[in-house]
Structures are given as structure tokens and as C-alpha cells.
């Protein structure tokens, strides 16, 4: 008797692919922003994100996530270097590919109006990383001085995530829903 070869639908493949390329993304982030990554950690990651785009409804994703955040826990000058951002929209990439495969079963085909979904809040979530990063840039830079000592610094950041946040459930609530044909929107 022959063993059924599983087949994964495009979806699924563009997803799994994607975990890995976010992956692989964070690693050369974490390096090419000044943190340190033993070879040890590299193949552990690598071998972790081949189980997790396998299986990623298991605690492979979170082991990856982990993983890919080591580089950027040494040193205090990772939280500055611009490649911080491209660290940040690789571990959000790992688990939004994650989760939108495990949307349901393996062979099961995803809306694509529920991938553009993921896509759009991702872009959001990914959003306030911007100015938490101009913040500790601003933090560690001389103009953080003429800023009244540096007390106006941390309250301009929070403002700041506030109305991200706030122009992000507007959007949410304006974008979030599929429209069907034929339906008029409430």
C-alpha cells in the first residue's frame, strides 16, 4: 500500500516559506545591528524554524521567538541601531505567518481577505515600533539634554503610542470587517 503524500495548498507553502524568510530576517537583523550570535544559536534557530514552518501550532513558534530575541538582549547599542526595526517586523512576521497557517487544518485553503486582514494589522502593530525607536534614540542622543534634562522625552513617546493606538482601533473598527457582496455595511 502507498503512503499519501501530503500536500500543503499555495497559501499554506507561501506561509510556512514566509515564517522562514522572517526568520532568517531576524538573525541577520540581529547581527547586522550589533548583536552577537554565537554559531550554536544560529543553528539551533534555523533548525527551530524548520520545525516551527512544519508544525506552527507548536511551542516551536514561541522557542523561535525566543531565539530570534537573544542578539538583541546583549548590548545596549542594538536598541538604537536602525536594524532594530527590521528585527522588529521579523519576530511579527514569525507569528502572524505562525498563526495564519494555523487557522485551520493543514490541507485547508486561507481567505485571502483574512491574509490582507493579518497583513494590515501587522502593519499597524509594527507601527509603534517607529516611534519607540525614535525614542530611545532620542534617549540616548545630546539633544535628550535640551529637552528639559530629558523629563519631556519619555511623556512625548507615550503620547505618541497613545494616538497611534487610538488612530489604530479607528482603523480596525473602519477596516476590519469583509465586506460580502450585496450587503449594504451597518
Do not use: N
Not at 32 to 47: K, Q
Not at 148 to 170: E, R
Amino acid at each position: 500500500m502507498r503512503g499519501r503524500v501530503r500536500t500543503w495548498p499555495r497559501e499554506q507553502l507561501l506561509l510556512r516559506a514566509g515564517l522562514l524568510l522572517a526568520a532568517a530576517l531576524g538573525l541577520l537583523a540581529g547581527r547586522l545591528g550589533g548583536g552577537s550570535t554565537p554559531t550554536w544559536l544560529l543553528v539551533a534557530a534555523g533548525l527551530t524554524a524548520l520545525t516551527a514552518a512544519c508544525w506552527p501550532d507548536s511551542l516551536a513558534v514561541l522557542v523561535l521567538l525566543g531565539e530570534l530575541a537573544v542578539p538583541w538582549l546583549g548590548s545596549r547599542a542594538t536598541a538604537t541601531s536602525a536594524w532594530v526595526l527590521l528585527g522588529t517586523a521579523a519576530l511579527l512576521g514569525v507569528h502572524l505567518a505562525a498563526l495564519a497557517a494555523t487557522q485551520g487544518p493543514p490541507t485547508a485553503r486561507i481567505d485571502h481577505a483574512l491574509l490582507w486582514r493579518w497583513a494590515a494589522r501587522g502593519l499597524m502593530l509594527w507601527s509603534t515600533a517607529v516611534p519607540a525607536w525614535l525614542l530611545a534614540r532620542l534617549a540616548g542622543s545630546p539633544a535628550r539634554r535640551l529637552a528639559t534634562d530629558g523629563q519631556a522625552a519619555p511623556y512625548a513617546g507615550l503620547a505618541g503610542l497613545v494616538v497611534i493606538a487610538v488612530a489604530a482601533f479607528w482603523l480596525f473598527g473602519r477596516f476590519s470587517t469583509v465586506r460580502r457582496p450585496g450587503r449594504a455595511r451597518s
